[in-house]
């Protein structure tokens, strides 16, 4: 008889940045690694957010231990609101991510029923075979932990997001004493996070952030306006503490950030000196060069402050001429257009804005090669995959692996949905579950499929043309012309002739079907084919063609 094995399955993060979730299954206790969300590309019209079709998690709900949450970033934590609902399994956690679930929780009203367990940053607890043990490493969030997974095949570690920042902000650095103790009892597996596999050497440590902020309050002529995630606690508190440096009153602007800072302030992650924050109404009579003003808007969002404040928009800010915009964040890829559009819009009001590209705001929160490398030697695992990634950043950190003498084929490149089956000596990739995006548009989630996205799209390019086709109530048969309605299309004043003809060409077609009353999805099929072609023919378009009945 087979010894039981167990089951590595990414649902989401692998082959793609973002919407990270990892199942660990052994017999009949499944455990999940993280639940987080992307954010749309460009191609997914509408949509608001992306997370992972757990539909391979439904049929097994039962062996669900728990869910393990290794920070508070939506990448990670982002779909617990929408997902909780199903799985109903309690998530752990450390404290300040159990704030954040909790804030998150609260805003779609899932709050009541979640069942959460605060675990400290180098704390332990069972889950059926599995048991975990949390390790601090350094990130960009405070309370970030790795994980190292004792189960009946042997060890395992997972790196969750880290890097190796000596002398971070806020935080723990990564224990790695701890990790080399693990490497030389001999580790089986090691998960590690690829996002920044590409960058050779090493990350630079937040203090250099820290740095440069200082400058820019000690410098800037007029107020300071800091935008970065609501999440990236340290970067708040390293604003809070250079502004104190310089007599500068900070001001926190915008709901998110908002919940989040007065969090982080009640758990004690962030600290700030009496009399340093202010309230918003304060705003008014105080010398520019004495305010810091920190918002969200990093990434462009419509909604933010910072984007309303850049289009005039906004109730309490306006920006004016010798403010210096701070945009302290890396682009979330695909959001590259909105930021532009927003740093463009702020020196149009007269801001200066200092942003990645020109001054050193920002650092990220990932490990290069050589802190991947310096991982890999320390934990020495027998196999390894790459995680948290698109394919290239996967397969660099794959190569990274085998540069330190782990060998090729004990590395294995996984993508959502791949079942990677591992025992004490083997390990190969079995097969392939159901994964994929689930949409989340408005107030709805998953009843749009990729149907739908691809509508959308179609309208979007080329645009839509209605077909409206009388027939007559008693005899089925057709009346009169069609009437042809078009939108995004053509210009329908200068191609009045060729959708004149379109017209023809439709009513001809019709006629043709004889006298018999008219089959409707047979008309309707017709309708699209000969139109298709076309107009095609004619514009090199593909619009989207609905051909629609009236009875008359
Ligand atoms: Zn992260
Ligand atoms: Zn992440």
Redesign the pocket.
């Known amino acids: 008889m087979t010894k039981p094995r167990l089951r590595i399955i990414p649902l989401g993060g692998l082959s793609e940045i973002g919407k990270n979730m990892m199942v660990m299954e052994y017999e009949d206790d499944i455990i999940i690694i993280d639940a987080g969300l992307m954010f749309p590309d460009e191609e997914m019209l509408g949509i608001d957010l992306v997370i992972p079709d757990i539909s391979y998690l439904l049929e097994k709900r039962e062996k669900i231990r728990g869910i393990i949450i290794t ?1 508070g ?1 939506e ?2 934590i982002g779909a617990l609101p929408y997902l909780l609902p199903q799985l109903d399994a309690p998530i752990y956690s450390t404290k300040l991510t159990h704030g954040l679930i909790s804030v998150k929780l609260k805003e779609r009203k899932a709050l009541s029923e979640a069942k959460l367990r605060v675990i400290p940053p180098d704390g332990n607890f069972t889950l059926g075979e599995f048991k975990v043990e949390f390790f601090p490493v350094c ?3 405070p309370d970030s932990v790795g994980l190292i997974i004792h189960t009946p095949v042997g060890t395992i570690v997972h790196s969750g ?1 880290f890097k190796l920042d000596y002398t971070p902000v806020s935080g723990k650095p990564t224990d790695l004493s701890r990790l080399a103790q693990l490497g030389a009892q001999g580790v089986l597996l090691l998960l590690s996070d690829s996002t920044y596999a590409e960058l050779p050497g090493y990350t630079p440590s937040e203090r250099v952030v820290g740095e440069t902020l200082e400058h820019i309050m000690a410098d800037a002529p007029g107020r300071v306006i800091v935008t970065t995630f609501s999440s990236l606690v340290s970067r708040i508190q390293q604003v809070i503490d250079s502004a104190a440096k310089y007599q500068r009153r900070v001001f926190i602007v915008g709901q998110s950030m908002s919940d989040t800072a007065r969090m982080a302030l009640e758990l004690g992650y962030l600290n700030a000196p009496d009399g340093i924050l202010a309230r918003l109404d304060e705003l008014k009579g105080m010398p520019r060069n004495k305010v810091v003003l920190v918002t969200t808007g990093s990434q462009g969002e419509p909604t933010s402050a910072l984007v309303r404040m850049a289009n005039r928009d906004h109730r309490q800010v306006h920006i004016l001429r010798g403010d210096t915009v701070v945009i302290s964040a890396t682009p979330i890829p695909g959001n590259e257009g909105l930021i532009n559009r927003t740093v463009d819009n702020l020196f149009k009001q007269g801001a200066q804005v200092l942003y990645g590209k020109v001054a050193q705001v920002h650092v990220h ?1 990932h490990a290069s090669q050589e802190e991947l490398k310096l991982l890999l030697n320390l934990v020495k695992p027998k196999f390894f995959v790459p995680i948290h990634g698109e394919y290239r950043h996967l397969s660099l950190h794959a190569q990274l692996a085998q540069s330190v003498g782990i060998p090729k084929d004990n590395t294995f490149i996984l993508e959502d949905g791949d079942v990677l089956e591992i025992s004490p000596e083997t390990s190969k990739i079995t097969g392939k579950i159901t994964s994929g995006n689930v949409y989340v548009d408005g107030l709805s989630v998953g009843d749009i499929g990729s149907v739908v996205i691809r509508n959308r799209r179609m309208l979007s390019r080329d645009g839509i043309v209605v077909v409206i086709i009388a027939v007559n109530k008693q005899t089925g048969k057709l009346v009169g012309r069609p009437d042809i309605v078009s939108r995004g299309f053509v210009d329908t004043r200068e191609s009045k002739d060729m959708l004149d003809e379109s017209r023809d060409l439709v009513a001809r077609t019709l006629d043709h079907s004889g006298d018999r009353p008219a089959e409707w999805s047979f008309i309707n099929t017709k309708v699209r084919d000969i139109l298709n072609k076309f107009y095609y023919e004619q514009t090199k378009r593909r619009p989207m063609i609905l051909p629609f009945m009236v009875k008359v």
């Open positions: 920070h970033h990448d990670h990130h960009s969030i997001d929160g």
